[in-house]
């Protein structure tokens, strides 16, 4: 198994497009001797502008909305152990993993810069 990244461009409300970034678990598999990709599951979703914004509290906020979905996603699969690292791994290169406290940002709405 492993991890395909999928882009989707959407428009919002307010005639923006923003551009999202999807993690999909596919397995290779054989059918009459050609290799394809089957998706085993869409693990989770971010706007891609929240993996760069200098706005840290509401990059990590978002960030933790993703990896919440995509835990959900991966125990509910039930893969060993060490598949789940595996792939863990390789969506924390593009999607890194916040600190216990990015839920809070919800509720004390401060935004701290990155310099």
């Known amino acids: 198994m492993q991890i395909k990244w999928e882009k989707r461009s959407l428009k919002n409300g307010l005639n923006r497009k923003s551009i999202n970034l999807r993690a999909v ?3 290779s598999c054989q059918n009459n001797g050609n ?3 089957r998706i085993v599951d869409n693990l989770g979703e971010i ?3 929240f993996l760069s914004t200098n706005v840290r509290n509401m990059r990590a906020f978002h960030q933790g909305l993703f990896w919440v979905a995509v835990d959900k996603k991966l ?3 039930k893969l060993g152990a060490r598949l789940r690292n595996k792939i863990e791994a390789v969506i924390l290169e593009t999607v890194s993993r ?3 406290d990015w839920a809070l940002w919800g509720v004390t709405c401060i935004p701290r810069f990155d310099p």
């Open 25 to 27: 678990l596919v397995e």
């Open 35 to 37: 290799t394809k990709q």
């Open 47 to 49: 706007d891609e502008k």
């Open 75 to 77: 125990d509910h699969l």
């Open 98 to 100: 916040p600190d216990k």
